[in-house]
């Protein structure tokens, strides 16, 4: 063949093959740390494997993102010093534990001001690196020579926000968490009457004490972002954007908000346009076991598995507690893999296998496994409601109390409360969640219903992060909404008026009445 022919060929070639769509843009990522990177990462991957070039910028001290990796290339940043330690969830989980004593009504409460405590420290030191960030010079120009065509961020630290719109990107959020609570609270109306507040632990169906928690719950989450948290960002707003700018305003203008919420898991509440919902996309069909794991699996008959994992970041359940529920899983005719490290308990039965790190999503998809033993985090409930594994939740920390209440009420879940655990008492949980077939009905229905859409979460996802690089923005899903001062959002101006003229109406009418019926009794008395 001749060369030209061939170059010819390999072009052609290579046209077709080459993606219709935005092969290629530059996205520039600013992910959190720790156990949401879990979440930006499966996407990153997909996004790689698409054929984008990705940009991460990562703490220099990061303990989760590697600085050099086959999907995209890190950048280090020095401002933003990771100045929390390891041994954050143990303290705070100690803390928690001792809220849980408290009475339901003040216990949620207490517990979301430890966690507001934590996020304003979060948000301070976030103020501060993004101000560091935007007054050096090298560094914004060096994140301009690259023409990034896109801001894809997790906006439960608001640095993405603020670099986003300073470089002046379209932006795309994967988001659930951002300011005190749930993403829909930041951009959707949402009518305390009947959508919890996070951390309140209620449910949709409130009697008027639950009413009562939840207003308290959002009027204290709305005092503390505006009063304590904004007021960290208002230096940095007045030196670099247009006077007026707040962080709300900044954070709504976002273009796409890809929220991990799916419904058969939330509440149905109200939504908008440039929502979208990407729930349980990062579970996936089971793939083998390695051997070893696989035989475990398969030796334990026709009584089958139970999975228990509290997630990577706690390793400070107390010792009483790990060792109630070793001597629990010993007198199960089922075997258990355990995902555990530190000391092993004492009262460990030969049918419990304990190891450091599980392939989560393999075993809860494997055949065998009959229930689920978890501490309720987002990533492992999606995985539990894909491949319909009924759920004992041991919920710890942040939002895992309402997560795991959100499978209770759809009657896929039992809870116990880790600080109160007995072995009895966790026994009788998890045999009922073993031998009732209405938990394994109901998440089976969840899984069903999750499963039975369209596209799945995870090609959405990276639909609408193409769409908005394709359209350079999407400005045209955004309601007005969000541009509005409070009082005409709420049309209290209108009201106002409307009620002057309804009240003014009624008075002259009234006045008038009584003008006309003085006139004929005065007339009536004169003519007696
Ligand atoms: C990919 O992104 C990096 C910045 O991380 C940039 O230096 C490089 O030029 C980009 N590659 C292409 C092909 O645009
Ligand atoms: C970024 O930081 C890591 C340590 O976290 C270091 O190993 C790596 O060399 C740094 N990369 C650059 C380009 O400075
Ligand atoms: C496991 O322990 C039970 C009783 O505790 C015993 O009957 C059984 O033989 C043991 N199995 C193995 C394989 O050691």
């Not at 109406?505 to 008395?525: D, E, G, Q, Y």
Request: hydrophobic fraction near 45%; charged fraction near 20%; proline fraction near 5%.
């Amino acid at each position: 063949m001749a060369p030209a022919l061939q170059i010819t060929l390999v072009a052609l070639i290579f046209l077709l093959l080459k993606p219709t769509c935005c092969s290629s843009s530059n996205i520039l990522v600013v992910p959190v740390d720790g156990s949401h990177w879990v979440n930006m990462k499966v996407i990153l991957q997909e996004l790689h494997s698409r054929g984008h070039n990705i940009t991460v910028l990562r703490s220099s001290k990061s303990w989760y993102i590697p600085s050099t990796s086959t999907f995209y290339t890190a950048v280090n940043v020095s401002m933003l010093e990771d100045e929390s330690d390891k041994n954050f969830y143990s303290k705070m989980l100690q803390d928690v534990f001792e809220c849980r004593n408290l009475l339901t009504f003040i216990r949620t409460l207490r517990q979301q001001h430890l966690l507001m405590k934590k996020l304003a420290r979060g948000n301070k030191i976030m103020a501060r690196a993004a101000a560091l960030m935007l007054d050096d010079p090298v560094f914004i120009k060096k994140m301009q020579d690259v023409h990034f065509d896109l801001m894809l961020t997790d906006p439960a630290l608001n640095l993405g926000v603020l670099l986003g719109s300073y470089l002046k990107l379209p932006m795309v959020y994967n988001v659930r968490w951002i300011n005190v609570g749930e993403g829909h609270f930041s951009i959707a109306p949402s009518p305390v009457s009947y959508v919890p507040v996070p951390g309140s632990e209620l449910n949709d169906n409130m009697g008027f004490q639950d009413r009562i928690k939840n207003m308290l719950h959002y009027l204290y989450n709305a005092v503390t972002l505006h009063f304590i948290i904004n007021p960290y960002y208002s230096d940095l707003l007045q030196r670099h954007f247009p006077p007026g700018t707040d962080l709300l305003s900044l954070q709504q203008r976002a273009d796409i908000w890809l929220i991990r919420t799916d419904f058969v898991f939330e509440f149905p509440r109200p939504t908008m346009p440039n929502v979208v919902y990407i729930g349980g996309f990062q579970a996936q069909r089971a793939k083998h076991l390695p051997t070893e794991l696989e035989d475990f699996m398969q030796s334990s008959g026709d009584h089958g598995v139970v999975v228990m994992s509290l997630g990577t970041f706690v390793h400070g359940l107390p010792r009483d507690t790990t060792e109630a529920i070793a001597a629990a899983f010993a007198e199960l005719p089922q075997k258990v893999v355990w995902r555990f490290t530190g000391e092993r308990p004492s009262s460990l039965g030969n049918n419990t296998l304990l190891v450091d790190w599980m392939p989560q999503n393999d075993l809860l998809g494997h055949p065998k496994t009959r229930a689920f033993v978890a501490h309720g985090g987002t990533n492992g409930m999606y995985e539990a409601i894909y491949h319909g594994v009924p759920v004992l939740g041991l919920p710890l920390l942040f939002d895992q109390f309402d997560n795991v209440e959100r499978l209770k009420v759809r009657g896929a879940a039992r809870m116990l409360e880790a600080g109160f655990l007995k072995k009895e008492n966790f026994l009788e949980a998890l045999k009922d969640v073993l031998s009732n077939p209405s938990y394994r009905r109901n998440i089976q229905l969840l899984s069903q219903l999750h499963r039975n859409r369209p596209m799945s979460p995870m090609d959405t996802a990276i639909f609408w992060i193409e769409y908005v690089i394709r359209n350079k923005g999407a400005a045209h899903l955004q309601s007005v909404g969000s541009t509005l001062p409070w009082y005409i959002y709420y049309s209290l101006d209108v009201a106002l008026v409307l009620m002057t003229i309804i009240v003014a109406f009624m008075w002259t009418a009234v006045f008038t009445c009584r003008l006309i019926c003085c006139r004929r009794f005065s007339r009536k008395m004169k003519e007696e």
